[in-house]
């Protein structure tokens, strides 16, 4: 509210004045929500603000919060700095070297004046650094851009993500068509999932393959697998998290359970790794088929955050159906919390599953409830070593 430049003693509005009146309030909310008001009112005044910027440590906080403001303002504009490094390869031809300017925009196919401006914002971005005069080198994160093909591949697909929620008010309102990610996800589509083809699921499950490395670490760090005989991957893609699993705990049986299409390309890429005669695959669709039994745990990663609640419970029941009591369920996605990686994820996935038409990013306890009201018991939240990618919530069948 501007108050016009009437000062900072502004009186309430007779809105303002309603909003602190309703109820029902505790006598700490309404305290709280008249202190906010009257704080907004201050805030609201270009006399208050310039006389904030007249004492060195109000200025200090009131710039602190302009600079977030003019970040969050701008966010765009540093994604597509990040974009066209990825594009042009900066990372992997950076990768354990240096390299001038002109080395590196021969590399990239680009000139190098056009490259020099580029490398100068990717520098302000702290993505690459100067190791001497007109020579550039990785910084720490550039570094992790360069190793990891499958946060590279995460932020390609991105492209997707920006067209279509380029029309931001009618993506909120609702007033757009199906977009380009609800076609990428071909299961989300529904229909036989029985039918779709290789060419429909190949795009999205080299992507999970590729993104997997980073979760797979996490997940394995945050809980002992090494517990468990056998572990049945549902929902598995081509097996990322089970090599990885497999690595780590060599003597555990594995199997894996996906669409048929899906278990085709699995197999491949576990005939790849060495891994067929440790892995049972099971092609189905895991909302109506029978789940196999004889495994002591069962995982469904990145899985139900797919979905919508009723569709996770008609996936949950049909795995209540079929799994045996005692059976240990393992969900592993990014959750909805308080720390400041888990309301990243929420806020970054409410919106892609918003564009993909499908899908919640949930709290733990809301996955608990979903589990609850399949049938599951026991449950247990466990905070992973990393909040930003992944929170795991265990039950028993
Ligand atoms: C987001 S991907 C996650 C893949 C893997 N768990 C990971 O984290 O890399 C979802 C997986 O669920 C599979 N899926 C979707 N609907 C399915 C269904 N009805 N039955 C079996 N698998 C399904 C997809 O094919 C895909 O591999």
Redesign the pocket.
Known sequence: MDTGGKGFTAQPTAAEEAATRLRPFSMMQSLAITARLWRNRQIASPRFRSFLARLPLLRMIGNRKANKLFRLTTGFVHTQILSACIHLGIFEALDGKALSTTALATQCGVSADTLGQLLAQAERLDLVIHGAPDLWMLSDTGTVLAVDRGLREMIRHHDMLYRDIADAGAFWRGDRGQGELHRY???VRRGD?AA?ENAA?AP??AL??E??AM?ADCILASHDFGQYRSVL??????G??LCALAERHRSTELAL???P??TELAGRHLDGRGLTARCRLHP??????VIPTGHDCV?????L??HDDDRVLT?LRNLHRHLEPGTRLII??AMAGDSEGAKLAAIYFTTYFAAMGSGRCRTASEIAGLLARSGFRNFEAVTSVNPLLVGLVIATR
């Not at 991957?233 to 081509?238: F, K, R, V």
């Not at 995982?299 to 899985?303: D, E, G, P, Q």
Request: glycine residues 10%; aromatic residues 14%.
């Open positions: 996800w071909a299961y999932l779709i699921v999205y499950s999970m393959r993104s997997q979760l991957d549902i929902g598995g893609g081509e990322a998290f359970f996906d669409l299409a899906v189905g669709d895991f909302a109506t088929d995982t469904l990663v990145r899985i955050c797919d996936i592993a996605e």
